[in-house]
């Protein structure tokens, strides 16, 4: 399966923006899909996930309130909606699917088989 990630962009500080993960190849409907987010010269850290039925989502403390992770199986697509944001929110942005069994660590990023090219957000002060 391909991902692409996009919406990403230059947003003003306290603004929105909304991406999208969007697969093709197959369908992952059933595959649990995360958003990581990494900035040069640091690690690739966990955002959010979301599990294949989106019955259950999962959150960084550093965004709970302020993003929502949803998904349109229907349409093959994921979701981040991202609120309130910061300039310490400027990173590219990752989504990243899974689709094996086993212990589901959303945040740990071995746990994950497919990785999209990111997108970058922007936040300025």
């Known amino acids: 399966v391909q991902l692409q990630a996009c919406g990403g962009g230059l947003v003003q500080a306290g603004g929105s923006l909304r991406l999208s993960c969007a697969a093709s190849g197959r369908t992952f409907s059933t595959y649990a899909v995360g958003w990581f987010r990494q900035v040069p010269g640091k690690e690739r850290e966990f955002v959010a996930a979301?599990?294949?039925?989106?019955?259950?989502?999962y959150y960084a403390d550093f965004v709970k309130g302020r993003f929502t992770v949803s998904r349109d199986n229907a349409k093959n697509t994921v979701y981040l909606q991202m609120n309130s944001l910061k300039p310490e929110d400027t990173a590219v942005y990752y989504c990243?699917?899974?689709?094996?069994?086993?212990?589901?660590?959303?945040?740990?990023?071995?746990?994950?088989?497919?990785w999209g090219q990111g997108t970058l957000v922007t936040v300025s002060s």
């Open positions: 979301i599990t294949w039925s989106g019955g259950s989502t």
């Open positions: 990243a699917a899974r689709d094996h069994g086993g212990v589901y660590s959303p945040a740990r990023h071995a746990g994950y088989d497919y």
